[in-house]
């Protein structure tokens, strides 16, 4: 469920009051028992670097890797090769200028019909090498 911003603000601040009110003061101060484990996650300011760096090792850094491998994928296309679109057309490279954001493909031998789609369309590349051992 998502809360809105002065929910998470009231949250935080019910949190704090807790917090100060269970600290002990002055004299009353005596040695905290728990361990180093138990002091790091009562910080709230630790629970939430500890996310973000969960977050990045689990969700952003192989998603940085995944469109890296796309984008050296789509740097080699050339000629011949085949090709399966975002939207499911399948078609052979014609033309793929390396400068040229989009890419020529043929998706009929018979009659020779082509499009001009982007290059960022192009989810999945198979060289023609192997597409014509298939057959």
Same mark, same amino acid.
């Given at each position: 469920?998502?809360?809105?911003?002065?929910?998470? &603000?009231?949250? @935080?601040?019910? $949190?704090? =009051? #807790?917090?100060?009110?269970?600290?002990?003061?002055?004299? %009353?101060?005596?040695?905290?028992?728990?361990?180093?484990?138990?002091?790091?996650?009562?910080?709230?300011?630790?629970?939430?670097?500890?996310? &973000?760096?969960? @977050?990045?090792? $689990?969700? =952003? #850094?192989?998603?940085?890797?995944?469109?890296?491998?796309? %984008?050296?994928?789509?740097?080699?296309?050339?000629?011949?090769?085949?090709?399966?679109?975002?939207?499911?057309?399948?078609?052979?490279?014609?033309?793929?200028?390396?400068?040229?954001?989009?890419?020529?493909?043929?998706?009929?031998?018979?009659?020779?019909?082509?499009?001009?789609?982007?290059?960022?369309?192009?989810?999945?590349?198979?060289?023609?090498?192997?597409?014509?051992?298939?057959?």
């Amino acid at each position: 469920m998502f809360y809105g911003a002065g929910q998470c &603000l009231c949250g @935080f601040l019910i $949190l704090f =009051a #807790q917090v100060a009110e269970s600290a002990p003061t002055g004299e %009353q101060a005596a040695p905290d028992g728990g361990g180093f484990l138990q002091q790091f996650l009562g910080n709230p300011i630790n629970l939430v670097l500890f996310s &973000l760096i969960l @977050f990045f090792l $689990l969700v =952003a #850094q192989p998603q940085r890797k995944q469109m890296k491998k796309q %984008q050296q994928l789509l740097a080699g296309l050339k000629k011949n090769d085949r090709v399966i679109t975002s939207g499911g057309i399948h078609g052979t490279v014609v033309s793929a200028n390396t400068g040229e954001p989009t890419v020529s493909i043929r998706i009929d031998d018979n009659t020779g019909t082509r499009l001009t789609v982007n290059r960022e369309s192009i989810s999945t590349v198979a060289s023609a090498n192997s597409s014509d051992s298939a057959k």
